[in-house]
């Protein structure tokens, strides 16, 4: 295979041993023929595409969910790290913390594997289903209490004369 360009996704996986893989241009995870790979991203790079701070990826890293190569002071992100801050990224946005993350990423890592992370995953969603329903039942009870609240100063306000 030539240095730098890809004939197929298998092929390379299979040539360099890689899981994850990252393509240099629109960023889908199949690459189109001939495409450059990526061995390393700088910390502005992610921090552009991830839309993050500089320092919410150092504190990912004093987490250890990202382990950067270090070259000097310079910190150089893999493409598994990429994978990873999408993951977390996503985690985040379904509302985990941090250390349930953490499990879910290393429950990948150690046995049972995906298929336990699979689970806890599924665990962990249904979690956080049931307390946005509870979030929404205390929702519409404050909603009703406002309701009655501003109903009984309405009630008042036409007592004293007042129109509204």
Not at 49 to 76: A, H, K, M
Not at 105 to 115: S, T
Request: with cysteine; aromatic share 6%.
């Amino acid at each position: 295979m030539e240095e730098g360009v890809v004939d197929s996704v298998a092929e390379y996986a299979l040539d360099r041993g890689l899981r994850d893989i990252a393509w240099e241009g629109d960023g889908r995870h199949m690459p189109a023929r001939g495409a450059t790979m990526r061995e390393y991203y700088s910390i502005t790079e992610l921090t552009r595409e991830f839309d993050i701070s500089t320092r919410t990826l150092r504190f990912y890293e004093d987490e250890g969910l990202v382990q950067p190569v270090r070259r000097g002071r310079t910190r150089l992100f893999r493409p598994s790290d990429r994978h990873l801050i999408r993951q977390i990224m996503r985690g985040k946005r379904l509302g985990f913390s941090i250390n349930e993350i953490r499990e879910i990423i290393q429950m990948y890592k150690e046995p049972p594997g995906e298929v336990g992370q699979l689970k806890l995953m599924i665990k962990r969603i249904e979690e956080k289903r049931e307390d946005l329903r509870q979030k929404r039942r205390d929702l519409e009870e404050t909603l009703a209490e406002l309701d009655q609240a501003e109903e009984s100063c309405v009630e008042r306000l036409a007592e004293l004369g007042v129109n509204t």
